[in-house]
Structures are given as C-alpha cells and as structure tokens.
C-alpha cells in the first residue's frame, strides 16, 4: 500500500493500526433529519486525503468528495432526499437534485419532461431515485492492498413495460485519488427498449472559480440553444458568480487514446499548489460530454456529463433518429473513472497528455 508517502506491506501495517479504518474503510450510517431521514450512507476514506460518500437508496450515487479537506463538489440545495419523495412527476426529480460528484440520469429518459407513446416519462428519468438491491460491501485485502469497493444492482421494471437492470461497482484503491465506476446496464425484457444514460458530475467551489479552466479530448462542440452558441469561445473558461446568468451547455464529440478512453479535466493552478478533478470514460459506450454551466449566484456549478447520446427527451431523439436501444439481453457497460490531480506538474501533465491525444488524431 502506498500511502503518506511511504510504502507499506499488509503486515507492517497492521503492526500500526488496530483496524484498518485507522488509515483507509469505508462507515455506514443513516442520514437523520427533514427529507434525508433514512437515506443510507458510505463514507468511503481512500486514504491520502481522498474521501466520498456513497448513497445506496440513491442508485449508488456520490454525494460528498473532497480532497484532504478541499470540497470539490457542488451541492444542491435540496441536500440528500430519501427516493420516498420522489413522485416522477413532471419535473420533481430537480426537488431531490442534489448534484453531488455523480447523479445518474436515464435510464429511459433525458432532459425534461415527455409523453411518449401514451407513457409519461419525468426529467432526467427515474433511476437516480431508485434504492440499490443487494448493496455489498467487498472491502478487503489482495496482498499488500487494500480495495474499496462496493456493488449493487437497480432495477427500472413495469409490468407489460420495459425491464432494464443496472448492476453498479464502485472501486477504489487505498492510497490512490481516483474511484471506478463500473456500470453494467441489462434489458432483462422481451422487447427492445430505449436506453438512455448520463453521468452528471458536479465541479463547485472552491475547485470552481474565475481561475478554473476546462481541458477535454473534444474533437468537435456546439450550443445547444442560441446563447450557448454565441458564448461557445468560452466553454471552458468561467467567471466570477452572477446575479443573473442563464445557464449555458454543449455538448462534445469525443476523442479517445489509444485504450479507447477519452479524458477531461477541471483545472484550478490558484487553489492550494494547483488542484484539479479529471473525468475519463469509454468511448465506445459514451461517447460524448454534455458540458452544463452556469455561473448563477448559489448555482455556480460545472457539470461534465459522460452521455451515450444527445442530451434531449426521448421524443427528441426518437424524431431525430438517435434514440438508443438495448435488444433483449442486450447489455452495455460504461466505466467511469473520476479522480485528482494534485500540484502545478500534474496538471500541465494532464494538459499536455489531452494535448497529444488531439493532434494525433489531428495527424490522421
């Protein structure tokens, strides 16, 4: 295990430590008071300053992450609302929007509320409101390391509707900055179905301010509405907050490396000696980032959202011809990888690492 600068043997550390939670563990509890009453919770120590919090009766999302006590996340006002509130009606999923560094969206619908086919389908869809069914907690050692992980398994059923299972693992390494998240989406039907998937990860302050840039492999970006447009040469810059400022997205075309992963990165050289998050993703299952953002006093927040598709209700999608689908027995898998970048050289690394992967596809 490599952690406080040194390397050490299972052994040695357990010389040290009475449990390993001393250094690196994850605690369970449940959340007490108005609408979070009884949302259970992980908080996950990766050691050397990592920490997230995972959220089982919210589709294993992320609300809390920092980074040796820098916040890194932004937090929705409506805190970490228990799924019992949840009506999916019309907009209401924004009422338990608690932005976090993952919500899920999907896994039938995107962007706002819809009629399809006779069926009403809610913003953002259903799943992020959906508790996880056999949530384990796999920590445990593998020789001199020891892993943090955790799976679970959500399930979007109607009866004569469509069956969609999402089965989800949440790993990290103790003494690495980094989680994977490993999703494996299943149409357990008989039909096929639409299937829609967005990962909404949140930058806040303080790793977002007027300094922050955004670093992407995007080979290719529009608005989606006129203002976007218009502001599109600014994408990855970002000001002060506003009194009024109406929210501004993109969506990027993804280019990836030779592992057929693509990267982004939230850069800030004037927090602490330079501090950044970086997102990477498979191309082939995700390939594209809807950027949100919005410099909106109390809502000043950098969304980067991996995406198997336009970010559009699938009434959209299904005119426009691009909506997804999954056959019967079909099933996809998307990974994830969400982590820090720490010090001046780390983040002109990441720079220069996008930098590469864009000219040699600039080359071909």
């Known amino acids: ?89 019309g907009n209401d999923w924004m009422k338990g929007f608690f932005a976090g560094l993952v919500t899920t969206c999907g896994l039938q619908n995107l962007s706002g509320f819809c009629v399809d086919e006779g069926e009403p389908y809610g913003t953002h869809g259903d799943i992020s409101y959906v508790p996880a069914q056999e949530f384990k907690d796999l920590s ?102 506003q009194q009024e400022f109406p929210e501004e997205n993109f969506l990027h075309t993804m280019v990836s490396d030779e592992s057929g992963r693509y990267h982004a990165g939230i850069l800030n050289p004037h927090l602490e000696q330079g501090l950044g998050m970086y997102i990477s993703a498979n191309t082939n299952a995700l390939p594209y980032i809807s950027q949100w953002k919005s410099a909106a006093n109390k809502e000043y927040v950098l969304a980067i959202e991996p995406v198997n598709t336009k970010v559009a209700n699938r009434v959209q999608l299904r005119e426009e011809g691009i909506l997804p689908y999954l056959n019967p027995g079909e099933e996809k898998e998307m990974v994830v990888e969400i982590g820090v970048l720490e010090g001046a050289q780390q983040l002109l690394a990441f720079e220069n690492k996008v930098n590469c992967i864009l000219e040699g596809k600039a080359r071909k």
């Open 1 to 89: 295990m490599d952690i406080f600068g040194k390397k050490y043997s299972k052994e040695q550390i357990e010389h040290y430590v009475g449990r390993i939670g001393q250094v690196a563990g994850s605690r369970h509890y449940r959340l007490t008071g108005g609408k979070s009453e009884g949302v259970r919770a992980v908080d996950v120590n990766a050691g050397n300053g990592f920490k997230f919090t995972i959220l089982p009766d919210r589709c294993m999302d992320i609300s809390l992450c920092t980074y040796k006590g820098v916040n890194l996340v932004y937090q929705g006002e409506t805190g970490e609302v228990h799924p019992s509130y949840y009506t999916g009606v």
């Open 140 to 241: 445990r050692w593998e020789g001199d390391e020891y892993i943090l992980e955790f799976e679970g398994v959500m399930e979007e059923s109607v009866f004569f509707g469509s069956k969609l299972i999402l089965r989800r693992n949440i790993k990290s390494v103790a003494g690495e900055r980094k989680l994977i998240i490993t999703d494996k989406v299943e149409n357990a039907g008989m039909k096929k179905t639409p299937f829609v998937i967005l990962y909404h990860i949140n930058a806040g302050f303080p790793l977002l301010d007027e300094h922050t840039r955004l670093v992407l492999t995007s080979k290719k970006v529009w608005g989606y509405d006129q203002k976007s447009e218009e502001n599109i040469d600014q994408h990855q810059a970002f000001d002060s907050p």
